[in-house]
């Protein structure tokens, strides 16, 4: 890792932008902080906007740049090696972990558990359980995404509400050459977690001592998983939902909460005629969805981490998420409060509110351990393998879990 790092530095010097960041200091100057966010150019106005009051109440200055998903890993990595990372970053759920095991990330937990403990009280627990390592904890949620199943109500009168009801209607669609899609997470973890955790499985024990990927429960999760696309059609190229709901061909399908708003613009001709709930209940009795969303925490070279965490706890409160929400409405954006109380503020359809709560209440992140996203690429390679090429579930999962064994003995 430190050759890795090394070899950052070099690229970070030769990169136009990364020169030493000001300190302030004890300069007797303005205290400002960077943010790094990652999504759009209007959110990142819209945290501009509400840094202008904050700096009113606490004299504390906040800049905030928006980079995209697809550059923001390594430009993260660039930044700790060039001595240059902001203040705050916003990142992947799991990049938290990754980075805080390289002392590059503030244990929030360590430097101000009072707060800390009082922020996780808000927060749904399933999307908390994904950010704290060991009780560290590298990064507090900025927003949350969580799979929901979108249906269109003039096909679909009443959505299914179990493994064996999802079965009877795409069966029943199959026979007018309509089906269900998985517009994110197909033939992915990502499309195969709920499942497994509606069945009563899991990838590890609760305290990660024990590799649970081969246990029944996740055999059954994966032949269910496979047959939705052996058995019932579901299509293993990728389908956009909005052409799928609009056409009619796809009446079904699952993905992010952020389609509510996809769906909304760009399939205007459909209004009306679909609606949300929550996840089909698996034999555990649970309908248990993939939460996901950024988080926010600061990183160790920061000069100003007090004022930094002054500015995370403010964007931590329900009257802020919910500028953040209705802000993005107005720019055609997408932003799901983590915090609870918050949704009892915001103005949103009630039938849809209530789905995405009760879903969110029922709902798991990726495992809180070092390198997740790393180790992905061994549960897909079972998943494809088994819908592909018929490959047992069994063996494939026997696979998945000495590969995840042999990664855990290396950390």
């Known amino acids: 890792m430190k050759k890795i790092l090394a070899l950052i530095l070099v690229s970070c010097l030769l990169i136009s932008g990364c020169g030493k960041k000001a300190d302030d200091a004890g300069s007797g100057k303005t205290p400002e902080i960077m943010m790094w966010l990652i999504g759009s150019e209007g959110q990142a106005i819209t945290i501009k906007s509400l840094a202008e009051d904050f700096l009113k109440k606490t004299g504390i200055k906040v800049n905030c740049e928006a980079i995209s998903w697809g550059d923001a890993h390594s430009k993260y990595l660039t930044s700790i090696a ?35 403990r009082a922020i996780k009280e808000t927060i749904f627990p399933g999307l908390w359980n994904s950010i704290e390592y060991k009780g560290k904890v590298y990064g507090v949620p900025f927003d949350l995404t969580e799979y929901i199943l979108y249906y269109r109500s003039d096909i679909v009168k009443e959505p299914p509400r ?30 195969y977690s709920p499942f497994l955790w509606q069945a009563g499985g899991d990838y590890y024990s609760p305290d990660y001592s024990k590799v649970m990927i081969d246990s029944p429960e996740a055999e059954r999760a994966m032949r269910f998983f496979s047959e939705l696309y052996t058995k019932y059609n579901v299509p293993k190229t990728k389908i956009p939902l909005e052409q799928g709901m609009r056409t009619g061909d796809f009446p079904l ?11 909304r613009l760009s399939a205007p001709e459909i209004a009306g005629k679909w609606s949300i709930a929550m996840l089909p209940q698996g034999p555990s009795g649970k309908r248990t969805a993939l ?3 950024r988080i926010m925490g600061i990183f160790e070279q920061s000069k100003h981490k007090k004022e930094a965490w002054a500015f995370i706890r403010y964007l931590s409160t329900p009257e802020m998420q919910k500028a953040l929400y209705e802000a993005a409405l107005i720019k055609q954006d997408t932003y799901f409060p983590p915090n609870k109380k918050t949704w009892a503020m915001i103005d949103m359809d009630p039938k849809f509110k209530k789905v995405l709560v009760d879903q969110a209440e029922d709902s798991k ?35 998945v879990k000495r590969e995840l064994e042999r990664a855990a003995s290396k950390r």
């Open 253 to 263: 399908a699952i993905s992010g909460n952020w389609k509510i708003d996809d769906l």
């Open 365 to 399: 992140g990726p495992p809180a351990i070092a390198n997740w996203d790393a180790y992905t690429r061994y549960i897909d390679n079972v998943i494809q393998r088994s819908v592909l090429q018929g490959v047992d579930p069994k063996a494939g999962l026997s696979d």
């Open 82 to 116: 060039g001595g240059v990372a902001p203040d705050i970053g916003t990142m992947g759920l799991t990049w938290g972990t990754e980075f805080g095991i390289l002392d590059s990330m503030v244990d929030l937990a360590a430097a101000y558990p009072e707060e800390v």
């Open 291 to 293: 939460i996901g969303g």
């Open 162 to 191: 179990t493994w064996e009801e999802l079965e009877a209607v795409l069966a029943d669609l199959n026979k007018s050459n309509k089906g269900m899609i998985f517009d994110w997470g197909s033939l992915s973890w990502i499309g």
